[in-house]
């Protein structure tokens, strides 16, 4: 096997060594290719349908150049080998997930359920996987404990230690994961947010004393670009009303296709009986899921004799007959919840279905994000504590939309003022 250059959208070549290369020619790691990044946000950015697979391959590129950053500056701080195995992490990084990414990383839909942080240490050490063998036969029993160790934020394998930055590389505030999907997100959505500059995030990140990463103070404009690049990135794509209505729609669909198979009113193919209906779902069988199994149910669906199974299909199928947002603004979810029952009583009314036609919906906790705190720079402080602009991202996000059949929005929205105007009026004067 020969070394390769990958090209790549976003930072052009690629360079994988031989070896390395035989991790990707996994079967666990091609099937990354087929598992949106995004999940369900082609619907509103029809071009945001790129995958796990290349976002994993842009990871393990900012971590090899951060690697080689940290080396220069530290001499003697971080080996070669050390170096190769958090490039290996983050190439690795995502190999667990599920179907449709963090969307579908939710009890709601396996039936065995486990985050993709545990799938893919599961895949990673079973003697069922490519990906397990080959990782172990590149790297050497020793090497391989010590990448799981890292990995999993351990302070020492084997009597070694493991300087917590190694973890903080691929998984932090600011790790190059979170560098590379935003880069590509935002590339691949077409969002114009201005976006930030990579390589003067990674020039300006060094190691302290502890062992932990910290960035210059001459870097802070970078890094206050990096996080209002997320900032926007979760208010125009994250966010975004229709994201949240299909990501709702798609776990209804899947729901309602579990209820009918154990009432034997549905017959599920293999696939999507193991992840809706197989209690002990092995780690062979779930590295064999991706998008594909749902897209394909959801084809055979739409045609379905039950009309919430049916309707949720047709309505992913062809983007018709959309439910539509309350338009109003600094709804919270105890509001929604208020909400529930009146407007549940007005759709009733209007003849659609009490429950399934008021669609709460909000970002999923899991996954991407706003800003909290733990990007440190050089003289200790967050940098949330130097910079005004990180500061205003700072506050916790929260998105609510309440989602009803169009042709009752109007009257929903004049129910739904009459309640929640005087419930935020009060919660002003408590807060004064």
């Not at 990448?147 to 302070?155: D, S, V």
């Not at 009314?349 to 440190?376: N, Q, W």
């Amino acid at each position: 096997m020969r070394d390769r250059v990958i090209r790549d959208e976003i930072h052009r070549d690629i360079l994988v060594p031989a070896h390395i290369a035989r991790i990707i020619d996994t079967r666990e790691m091609q099937r990354l290719r087929f598992i949106q990044q995004l999940s369900t946000c082609y619907y509103v950015f029809p071009a945001a349908n790129h995958s796990r697979f290349i976002h994993c391959l842009g990871a393990y590129h900012l971590a090899g150049k951060l690697c080689a950053q940290l080396q220069a500056i530290h001499p003697g701080r971080l080996s070669d080998s050390d170096a190769e195995l958090v490039q290996v992490a983050a190439l690795l990084h995502d190999i667990g997930h599920p179907p449709y990414s963090h969307l579908l990383e939710t009890p709601e839909v396996f039936a065995t359920f486990h985050s993709h942080e545990k799938w893919g240490a599961l895949m990673l050490e079973s003697s069922e996987t490519e990906v397990g063998a080959a990782t172990r036969e590149v790297l050497g029993e020793e090497r391989f404990g010590r990448l799981l160790a890292i990995m999993n934020g351990e302070k020492e394998h084997d009597g070694k230690e493991i300087e917590p930055f190694l973890k903080e590389m691929v998984s932090s505030q600011l790790d190059v994961d979170r560098m590379d999907y935003l880069l590509r997100d935002q590339a691949n959505s077409g969002a114009q947010i201005g976006g930030f500059d990579v390589d003067r995030v990674l020039r300006a990140m060094r190691v302290d004393d502890e062992g932990h990463l910290y960035i210059m103070n001459w870097g802070l404009p970078a890094i206050e670009a990096y996080l209002v690049c997320r900032f926007h990135m979760y208010q125009q794509v994250y966010f975004h009303k229709v994201n949240l209505l299909t990501q709702s729609y798609l776990i209804r669909m899947l729901k309602r296709a579990r209820e009918l198979h154990e009432l034997g009113e549905l017959k599920l193919d293999k696939g999507l009986r193991s992840m809706l209906a197989d209690e002990n779902l092995s780690v062979a069988e779930y590295s064999r899921l991706t998008d594909a199994d749902v897209q394909l149910g959801m084809m055979r669906w739409s045609d379905h004799s039950d009309d919430e199974l049916s309707s949720l299909a047709a309505r992913l199928l062809s983007r018709r007959e959309f439910h539509k947002s309350l338009r109003i603004e600094g709804l919270s979810a105890e509001m929604a919840e208020r909400l529930s029952g009146p407007l549940g009583r007005l759709v009733a009314e209007a003849g659609f279905d009490a429950k399934d036609d008021v669609i709460t919906a909000s970002i999923s906790k899991r996954g991407y994000l706003p800003y909290s705190e733990g990007i440190m720079l050089q003289d200790g402080r967050d940098v949330s504590q130097a910079s005004p602009l990180v500061l205003s991202l700072v506050e916790p996000d929260q998105r609510v939309h309440v989602f009803v059949p169009e042709s009752v929005r109007d009257k929903a929205e004049a129910v739904a003022r009459d309640i929640v105007r005087p419930y935020q009026s009060s919660l002003a004067q408590f807060e004064d």
